[in-house]
């Protein structure tokens, strides 16, 4: 089992920025790639930024050079970077890990970033 603690949303104004966090605690030994996702009220959730335990990134259209993953395999803990934030990006955000072999996902519980023009 694996249990994630997300912190760093809030509200900002439009071109502001936000750093969140997710912690990961438990069966910490096997995780594999890690990412954020968004969810827009009356959208489905999709994928914000996906980062391997190599540290390789992948990045929504959307976010491209204005969000920034990393990871912190020592602590556990990924990061997103959010910059020139626009009112379309908010949403609450969730962050995952893949975990062992089989890539068994896992959530945080969500954090919510609203953006005001």
């Known amino acids: 089992q694996v249990q994630l603690v997300e912190s760093g949303g809030g509200l900002v104004q439009a071109g502001g920025s936000l750093r969140l966090s997710c912690a990961a605690s438990g069966s910490t030994v096997s995780i594999n790639a890690m990412g954020w996702y968004r969810q827009a009220p009356g959208k489905q959730r999709e994928l914000v930024a996906g980062i391997t335990s190599g540290g390789m990134s992948n990045y929504a259209d959307s976010v491209k050079g204005r969000f920034t993953i990393s990871r912190d395999n020592a602590k556990n803990t990924v990061y997103l970077q959010m910059n020139s934030l626009k009112p379309e990006d908010t949403a609450v955000y969730y962050c995952?890990?893949?975990?062992?072999?089989?890539?068994?996902?896992?959530w945080g519980q969500g954090t919510q970033v609203t953006v005001s023009s």
């Open positions: 995952n890990v893949d975990v062992g072999l089989l890539l068994r996902r896992y």
